[in-house]
């Protein structure tokens, strides 16, 4: 039953859910919200879900309510982990809602060999500067220094080799 009372409001009254289970009654002024009385009445509706990948937005979906919420695929960025998505709901609720997740820097091994030696080695962060060690004095010998040293730490381990040339007298 929908009627107006005295002060020129809608009154509907009587309204059964959609599985019949309950009934209600509803006074709605100027600012009458369908979506709201829709979810009073068990029929699902559109919300959003704002994914966030380190506080960015990056999707945004539209999910019907009542339905199971299945994450997008985990994004992906060169020597980053991705920490997964948080506070996933197993259903969409009757509102919008941000999925957060953010990414975590890897970090890799570099190491510095003369020859079969070891002379150096050090776990560094994707894109942290390397620093090259000094490399041991070797009587007789000039060091040439290390070959190949990538400015920033790449997202891989590395080895990086010196070599020394013999002193000629």
Do not use: C, R
Request: net charge negative; no cysteine.
């Amino acid at each position: 039953n929908i009627n107006t009372n005295n002060e020129g409001e809608i009154v509907i009254s009587d309204w059964k859910t959609a599985d019949a289970s309950n009934s209600f009654m509803f006074v709605v002024n100027n600012t009458f919200d369908t979506a709201d009385l829709d979810n009073k009445l068990g029929i699902p509706h559109n919300y959003k879900i704002t994914y966030m990948v380190d506080e960015e937005p990056y999707q945004v979906d539209t999910v019907l309510s009542g339905s199971k919420i299945i994450p997008i695929e985990e994004p992906t960025k060169e020597g980053h982990t991705f920490s997964g998505w948080q506070n996933v709901p197993d259903t969409m609720p009757i509102h919008d809602i941000t999925i957060k997740g953010s990414f975590i820097i890897n970090t890799y091994e570099v190491t510095f060999k003369i020859g079969d030696e070891v002379i150096a080695s050090d776990s560094i962060e994707y894109g942290a500067k390397i620093e090259t060690p000094q490399a041991p004095e070797k009587e007789g010998h000039t060091f040439n220094g290390w070959k190949d040293v990538p400015e920033t730490m790449p997202a891989k381990d590395v080895v990086i080799v010196g070599s020394y040339s013999v002193n000629k007298y």
